[in-house]
C-alpha cells in the first residue's frame, strides 16, 4: 500500500506539463463543475496524469492538463488533491429491479455508475420493454441502466415456454419479440442455457435469435449450458458457434472454471479464446472477483428432475434416484459444507448445517426444498485461476450481484479489484484495472459509440473521484450487504450522487437506449 501512495505522491507532486489546454468547445450548457489536482486515469488504459475534469450540465467539456486560466471560474469545484480521477464503472452483469430499489446504493458506493439487467436469459417481458424502460426513467435510479432482452423471457413470451422442438413458427415469432425489444432500445440479447427454458434450446435457435442482434451490432451475453472444468471448452464452442453462424459478437458471462484449479488451466481456456478470436469469431468475456457463485438450487438437479418434467411425480416415483444424484453431485462439488444457503429458512447456514439441525442427510433436504426452493452460494472455484482470467485483455469486471442477494460481490465486487488486485498484491496497474472496469466494457457494449466509459471531451460526466489506497470491499458471506468504502465522490450524468462518502440524496441516473 505504501509503493502505491507513493507513487500517487509523486505524480501529484510533479510539474503540471504542458497539454491539453481548457476548452469550452463541447459547452452543453447548464452549471459548470470542475474537479482539480487530481490524478486524471481516463479509462483508455492510458498512463495517469496529473489534471483536472471540467463538467458543464451533464458533460465533461475539458480535461486539462497544465495550468488552467488564471481567470477560469467554475460554479462549483472539487479538489481532487492526492487522489484519482477516473470514469464511473460499468458493471456489465447486474441483477435487480430499479423500480423497487431505484437509489442500488451497492452499486454507486462501489463506483459503479452504469448496470447492465435482464441477464441470464430473464428480464422484463421484450413486448413491453418500452414501457419497462420508462418506468425506469420514472423511478430516476441512482446508476444509468441499459437492458438486455433475455432469451428465456422470449420464450415465455412467445408461448414456447419449455418446448424441447420449437416449430418454425414459433422460432420466427421469438425473433420478431428480439426485434421490439431492440426497437425499445436494449443493447443486445442474454442466455441462461443452464437454466430452464433456455436449457432447451438448440443452436437453430440460438443463431435464429442471436441474427438481429448482430444486425445492430449489439452483444449476445451468455449464462452457457455448464460453467464445469471438464465440459467448459464445449460450452464455449457452442457460444462461439451461434456468433459466428449468426455474425453476432458474443460474450462469456461471470467466466469461471467450476472445480477447475491453477493459473495454468486459466491459460488453455485463454488460449482456446484466443484460437477463437483468431478464427474471426469476436468473443469477450467478463468476471467477478470471488470464489463462489450464486445461483437457485435447481443447478444441482437432473435435467429429469427439471421442467416441463412433474417435479412432484419424480420425488414420488424416483425419490430413490434422485437422493443418489444429488448426493453425488454435492460430494463432486466440494460437499455440503460448500453450500451456503442465500434463500429460505436456512439463510446464512451451510447445507451441512441445515441436515445437522434437521436430523436428516443433506440429499433429503435438497429433496423437500426442491429445484426452486432456495438459492445459495457455491464454493467452487479456484483463486490463482480466477485471477490469471482477470488479468487477460479480453476481460472485463462484472458484478453478477443485486441489492438483496446474500453474496458480498454486488457491494464489493469493483471495490475488491481496487484493493486486493492493484493496491495489495499489485497485480495490475491502477490504469489497466480501471480500463477493465471503464473503457474496455463501454467498448464491447458499444457505449463508448454513446459517449460513455471514458473522460474525454462531449463524453457523459460519470466521474469517480477516489484515493486507491482507501478502497475497501466491507461485504463478507457473513453480513453480504455491507457497502464499500473509499470512493469519496461518484457523480452520474453531472450530478453528484456521493460526496464526502456520503449520499447526497441526489440522483442522475437514466435509462441508456441503443437506439438513442
Known sequence: MRHLALFLTAFLLAAMTAGQAYSQEADGGGQTLAIVNGLVVDGTGSPPVPGHVIVR?????SVVRGELPGDFQADETIDAEGRVISPGFIDTHAHGSPTSTPEFENFLAMGVTTIALGQDGGGPRPGTLAETMQEVDEAEPGPNVMYYIGHASVRRESGVGHSTDPSEEDIAEMVRLVEVGLDAGAWGLTTGLEYYPGYHAEMEELVAVARPVAARDGLVLSHMRTEDDDRLEGAIAELAEQGRRSGARVQVSH???VLGEGAERAEEILDYLNELRADGVEITADVYPYTASFTGIGILFPEWAMPPND???????????LAEYLRDIVTLRNGPEAVLFGRNAFVGMTLAEAAEQEEKPFEEILIELGPRGAGAAYFVMDEELMSRFLLDPHVMVCSDGSPTMRHPRGYGAFARIINRYVVDRQMMPLEEAVHKMTGLPAETT????HKRGVLA?????DILVFDPVEVRDTATFEEPHQLAEGFDTVIVNGVIARRGGEFTGDRGGRVLRMTE
Not at 57 to 61: A, R
Open 457 to 461: 471531451p462531449g463524453f457523459a460526466a
Open 311 to 321: 417435479y412432484a411425480e419424480v420425488r414420488e416415483e424416483r425419490r430413490d434416484e
Open 57 to 61: 450540465g451533464e458533460t465533461i467539456v
Open 446 to 449: 458499444r457505449l463508448k459509440d
Open 255 to 257: 467466466m469461471k472454471a
